[in-house]
């Protein structure tokens, strides 16, 4: 799997960055993208990209702020023109996301050639997909928003051909039996299909916050996480300050990294502030500290490799 950033400021977007979007590749598990918040101008970043929006079919918003969902009305209409023609789209989000789609739709009567289903989510949210279970939970922004946790399919053992032929089972039909039921029966004897397979390999889980201040429920979506994606609007400075604006100071970020035993962070939303050298300058000097879990600020364009 793959995550590329296409926007990374916060609030406003800046000559080197947009406000948020982030899109999640699903090979090889699907062949398809998931869109997580679609800021101002998503569509023009996508543009630089190999990226097709027929392709992306689901979008998840975290929350209802216009710096994370002010892109979609262009985004959805010209996915009509972009290779989406009769492919369905489900579009995830708080209460409120159908309605302002909707309208805004309505209003400019642009028209889509394809259908969209809205799920809007509360506190108990979790949707299954191809193998993926995505589930999320309310965080503390001042305005509902929210956070995902994304885990990925597990893929099971290969086939153990030494341990079949141990038994005078030798390559052939009888291999997708193994694969996939749990007994098979071989010269009048039922084996346990496990005992035949390597250990299956759980797949990634990634978690992806909405804005939001420190709270109880951000260490179960984190836990764990191979890969996590936060903002970190203030990344230097009073914590109080950022707090009080409901958002994260860099060091709620580390405490979140720690306790919830994050394997790689991914840090984005940073001030609208700061150009990239600035924020490289702040970057050497937090790395300093060798108490610093290990996290990367991302940039526009930026892909990963899960
Ligand atoms: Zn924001
Ligand atoms: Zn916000």
Redesign the pocket.
Known sequence: MEVTFFGTS??LPTKERNT?AIALNLEPFSNSIWLFDVGEGTQHQILHHSIKLGKVDHIFITHM?G??IFGLPGLLTSRSFQGGEDKPLTVIGPKGLQQYIETSLRLSESHLNYPITYIEIDNQFTYHHKGFTVSAKLLNHGIPSYGYRIESPTTPGTIDVEALKSIGLYPGPKYQEVKAYDNFEHEGQIYNSEDFKGPAKPGPIISIFG?TKPCQSELSIARDSDVMIH?ATYIEGEKTLANNYHHSHIEDVFCLIKQANVKRSLIT?LSNRYNYDEIDTIRHQLKANENVPHFEFVKDFDTFKI
Do not use: S
Request: net charge negative; no cysteine; proline share 0%.
């Open positions: 916060a609030g948020q702020h710096d994370h804005d903002e939303h």
